[in-house]
């Protein structure tokens, strides 16, 4: 089955990057969608960017101009910049084949101000 680990999350002074990692442990075929949620203890995990197979990105509005989002192979990334305290959250890799989603298991990042 699918198995997707997270890394490249610590711990980053406001203003500074970072950049997040999901590997998947298969190459897969027809993947709809790969993407990064973000959760933050008592409230809703929520969309921070994502990626089709075509390449179209889609990104939450608090994050844009700030990161990016992309996926070469068997891995996407989500590179970070000018990291803001309101940043800091569990922060989720997702992928999306055939009509299921699978998740990693998360990383924290957490944005000192």
């Known amino acids: 089955q699918v198995q997707l680990q997270e890394s490249g999350g610590g711990l980053v002074q406001a203003g500074g990057s970072l950049r997040l990692s999901c590997a998947n442990s298969?190459?897969?075929?027809?993947?709809?969608?790969m993407g990064w949620y973000r959760q933050v203890p008592g409230k809703q995990r929520e969309l921070v960017a994502t990626i089709t197979s075509g390449g179209r990105t889609t990104y939450a509005d608090s994050v844009k101009g700030r990161f990016t989002i992309s996926r070469e192979k068997n891995t996407v990334y989500l590179q970070m910049n000018s990291l803001k305290f309101e940043d800091t959250a569990v922060y989720y890799c997702m992928l999306s084949w055939g009509t299921r989603d699978y998740w990693g298991q998360g990383t924290q990042v957490t944005v000192s101000s």
């Open positions: 298969l190459s897969l075929f027809n993947i709809n969608a």
